[in-house]
């Protein structure tokens, strides 16, 4: 079935640009849904009102160019900060953007650098921060409603790939870069660098956190999918399955599964808890054998993502398609045509899927599909429950099985 297009935000161009094209490797929503967030290619970041963008795809029909002039931000400092009605706006990081994420507090979650009463920052529940990871290395941290650069993080040798904050709202941040590393960064510490991950032999791509923080996946080239305990900065495991560079990875909404994107033409599906893969979603058919899965194809799928009801899960490779797939189906339920995708991610609600493509997005509707009472009690469990509990269980063999996604 063909995916229904919701709208596409359409970037100015300029004969340069036409030149040499605009890369657009990452697409952001807030965790309030109150903003969506992208590269624009270089140096640009443009953020807009998604509940706005939504209301002028519905008024306007899909296309929604933004050449227009954008808002004008407050002064930094003043009482006029618009943080009650949120205004589109763009800002310029200085050097190529590679990556963003939204963070937002949790007053409660204290500073893990307990030793320190003073703080230069006083992070409320009502501010909205905006990380962007960049060429040079370095790390901008913005206050998405007034444009203010609160922090500049630069211990990173090389790109900063992918940036991933604590769904705790601890403001935990984590980069993953080229220099082979990952960095873990305290902004309630005043962006204080906790600590190093070290392990990646080569580049590493891309990171991302279990839905309780206590996990992290980081992902990279030489085949390399690492588990980190959160608590200890331990590694955990080593996954092993895929054939080539592994650029992409998220965790499914209740922590059960684990979805990595890989150049050899396959996501694969995981139990984190146990280090086996449960699904594979191919790209290329038949699919390549482990010693030409290593060499360049049209099939290299480029990103993945879990939609909100644990049920789908989204690919974007390199044969110019975005394809939905169900965990418990072995083909794609539906598909859409992008060239030069890069990136994807799900709306806050789950309801969208945007994409970026040389420097726009495009947005498709999520296949809605009612849940299972049964996926809904497993969701429900697996919430709360990590495979070795589940496993113990008092219950019936096939129904453990559903529990831990191998039926």
């Not at 297009?5 to 929503?29: H, M």
């Not at 509940?51 to 296309?63: D, E, P, R, V």
């Not at 790109?159 to 305290?186: C, E, H, N, Y």
Request: hydrophobic content about 40%; aromatic content about 10%.
């Amino acid at each position: 079935a063909r995916a229904r297009t919701v709208g596409e935000l359409l970037a100015p161009t300029s004969p340069f640009d036409k030149k040499c094209g605009r890369e657009n490797w990452t697409v952001a929503f807030a965790p309030d849904g109150s903003y969506l967030a992208w590269s624009q290619g270089h140096r640009i970041v443009k953020l807009v009102p998604w509940a706005q963008c939504l209301n002028n795809f519905l008024l306007h029909g899909a296309k929604n160019g933004t050449n227009g002039v954008s808002a004008r931000l407050p002064r930094q400092g003043s009482e006029g900060s618009q943080r009650s009605k949120p205004c589109e706006h763009i800002i310029d990081c200085g050097d190529i953007v590679w990556s963003l994420a939204f963070g937002s507090s949790v007053p409660e979650k204290q500073s893990r650098c307990v030793n320190i009463e003073w703080h230069r920052f006083k992070f409320g529940q009502d501010q909205l921060l905006l990380a962007t990871g960049l060429n040079n290395g370095r790390i901008k941290i913005w206050d998405v409603y007034t444009g203010k650069l609160l922090l500049n993080l630069m211990d990173h040798t090389e790109v900063v790939r992918d940036l991933t904050f604590a769904p705790d709202g601890s403001l935990i941040l984590v980069s993953a870069s080229r220099d082979k590393t990952l960095r873990v960064w305290d902004l309630k510490d005043d962006g204080n660098m906790m600590k190093v991950l070290r392990g990646h032999p080569n580049w590493v791509y891309g990171c991302a956190f279990s839905p309780d923080s206590s996990i992290l996946c980081s992902v990279g080239a030489s085949k390399a999918v690492f588990l980190w305990d959160m608590d200890k900065y331990s590694m955990l495991r080593k996954l092993e399955g895929h054939h080539n560079d592994v650029v992409a990875c998220e965790f499914s909404p209740d922590g059960a599964l684990l979805a990595t994107a890989s150049y050899d033409t396959r996501v694969c599906v995981w139990d984190p808890h146990i280090g086996v893969i449960l699904r594979e979603f191919g790209h290329l058919f038949p699919a390549p054998t482990p010693i030409f899965a290593g060499g360049a194809n049209d099939r290299w799928v480029r990103s993945v993502c879990f939609s909100h009801d644990g049920l789908h899960v989204a690919s974007l490779a390199d044969d110019k398609m975005v394809r939905f797939w169900r965990i418990d189906e072995e083909y794609p339920v539906q598909v859409a045509p992008l060239n030069n995708g890069l990136c994807c991610t799900f709306s806050t609600d789950g309801s969208v899927l945007a994409a970026g493509q040389d420097g726009s997005v495009y947005f498709w509707a999520t296949p809605s599909q009612v849940s299972s009472l049964q996926h809904l009690c497993r969701m429900a469990i697996r919430r709360v429950m990590p495979t070795s509990q589940v496993k113990n269980l008092p219950i019936p063999c096939k129904v453990l099985e559903f529990l831990c996604y191998q039926i």
